[in-house]
Structure formats: structure tokens, C-alpha cells
DNA sequence: TTCACTATTCCGCATTGCGTGGTAGTATTC
DNA sequence: GAATACTACCACGCAATGCGGAATAGTGAA
């Protein structure tokens, strides 16, 4: 019912494109995700997300001292999590069509 | 990588599409599941989904006897399956929505 | 008879991954 | 110094899928 479920397997792709649009910190990581339309999105997932992706080998990290809180840690793709995007993407294209084609009562061939 | 997780809170959704096109029985469920696209699906879940729906009250049931093994047990929608595939059909739509626009880098305003 | 195979249903255990609730530390404002 | 925003992260639990196995029923082969 809720988007909790449907989330599993494409909170780390989402990530990743979120990543692509440039280098972030997980607060921030968030507060895009929720924008996009992933509103309930929990921050600690996305925290567990980041840190199974970067001890994956897909992002790299900084942190960078600021000047309104503690310190951020910023995560960006390199070319592992590039491909990996690239891969999920198509993983994620193939399962929408095949969903989209059972809820569509597919009427071709 | 794989559709393993990708599956999560979909096969529910999966099942009732399914099943809008007539009353079977899990065995040919995942037939027709895997056929559709999700070839890897799990008998053991089909199974395990079906048992939810119904004892969520969205199918009906009923066991017939069958001339080339055991009994088989049918599912069919009642009208909560019905009403439960349309809203599963939206949220599911509002979602993918949702990761495309993430994925295509979303430059509309 | 026993073995093997197909059809069909279902259970138990392990795993994965998200949510909840809580901790903790820095900076700003009152 | 108390409250609030910003920032990071952990432990635990839960939901759902996969895997392996079991059980039942029928058919055909050894």
C-alpha cells in the first residue's frame, strides 16, 4: 500500500541518480530524494544505502567542514558506481515494462 | 543486480493483474508470471503471496480436483482484489513516475 | 515393487533492505 | 545554558523473497 516495500531494490539506484546530478552529503541526499516524490523516504535508509554503496566500491567520499553543523561527508559516483547506474537503469526499464505490460492487460500480439 | 529485491511489494500487485484475466492456480500463476517477464519468481512466493491475499480477504478460493496430479486450488479476485488492484496500480504508477524522473535527469522546470 | 518424473501445494530457514527510535556532535539564537 | 536546526550513524525489528525440502497424486519404466 505504502511505498515502503516498493522501495527495496531501487533505493540505491535512486541514489545513485541523485548522485549523478553531482557530488552530495547524505542530509542533502535526503531532503532531494523527498522532493523528487520519495516523501517518506526514512534518513537512516538512506544513510545504510550510502554506506553499503561506498563500502561496495561504487562511491567515493570527503568530508568537508561547514560552517552550520557538523562536518558533512560528501559521496560521489566514480566509475564503478557510474556503471552500476547505468546497469540498474536497464534492470530497473525491463521490470517497469514488464509490470506496466501485466497492469496494461497487454493487448499487442 | 537482479530483480530479487526489485519484486519486493510488486508481486502482490503482479499476482492480482494476473489474476484479472481469470481464476487459476498457483502453479500456472508462476507459469504465467514467468512468461510475462519475471523469470526468476519463486514458486514458494507466489505461494506465500497468495496465502496473504487471501487471508487479506482480496481472493477467493476453491479446490478442484484435477485429472493429472493433485487437486488444484483456485484464485479468483473478489471485489476487495479489485479495489486493492487499482490502488496498487496507481501507487505503483505514481512510483514509476517517481524513478523516471530521477533517471532522466528530470530538466523540466 | 521400486524408481523416477511431472504436476501441485506448502513449510521453514536464511537473507536483504527499509523503517523506527535513539544517540551524538556542532552551530545559532534566545 | 536551553532550545533548535543541521548532520551522521547504529541497533533492532519486520516484511517479503529465495532456496531447499517435503508431501500428495498420477504415469511410466526397470
Same mark, same amino acid.
Given at each position: 500500500?505504502?511505498?515502503?516495500?516498493?522501495?527495496?531494490?531501487?533505493? @540505491?539506484?535512486?541514489?545513485?541518480?541523485?548522485?549523478?546530478?553531482?557530488?552530495?552529503?547524505?542530509y542533502?541526499?535526503?531532503?532531494q530524494?523527498?522532493?523528487?516524490?520519495?516523501e517518506?523516504?526514512? @534518513?537512516?535508509?538512506?544513510?545504510?544505502?550510502l554506506?553499503?554503496?561506498?563500502?561496495?566500491?561504487?562511491?567515493?567520499?570527503? +568530508?568537508?567542514?561547514?560552517?552550520?553543523?557538523?562536518?558533512?561527508?560528501?559521496?560521489?559516483?566514480?566509475?564503478?558506481? +557510474?556503471d552500476?547506474?547505468?546497469?540498474?537503469?536497464?534492470?530497473?526499464?525491463?521490470?517497469?515494462?514488464?509490470?506496466?505490460?501485466?497492469?496494461?492487460?497487454?493487448?499487442?500480439?
Amino acid at each position: 500500500m505504502d511505498q515502503t516495500q516498493l522501495l527495496k531494490g531501487v533505493l @540505491d539506484t535512486a541514489v545513485l541518480a541523485v548522485l549523478r546530478r553531482g557530488r552530495t552529503y547524505g542530509y542533502d541526499l535526503v531532503r532531494q530524494l523527498r522532493e523528487s516524490g520519495f516523501e517518506g523516504v526514512g @534518513d537512516a535508509s538512506v544513510y545504510g544505502t550510502l554506506r553499503r554503496l561506498f563500502g561496495g566500491g561504487y562511491l567515493t567520499s570527503e +568530508i568537508v567542514p561547514s560552517e552550520e553543523g557538523p562536518a558533512r561527508k560528501y559521496y560521489g559516483l566514480n566509475g564503478a558506481g +557510474i556503471d552500476m547506474l547505468e546497469q540498474s537503469t536497464k534492470t530497473w526499464s525491463g521490470f517497469a515494462d514488464t509490470m506496466n505490460g501485466l497492469l496494461q492487460g497487454e493487448e499487442e500480439e
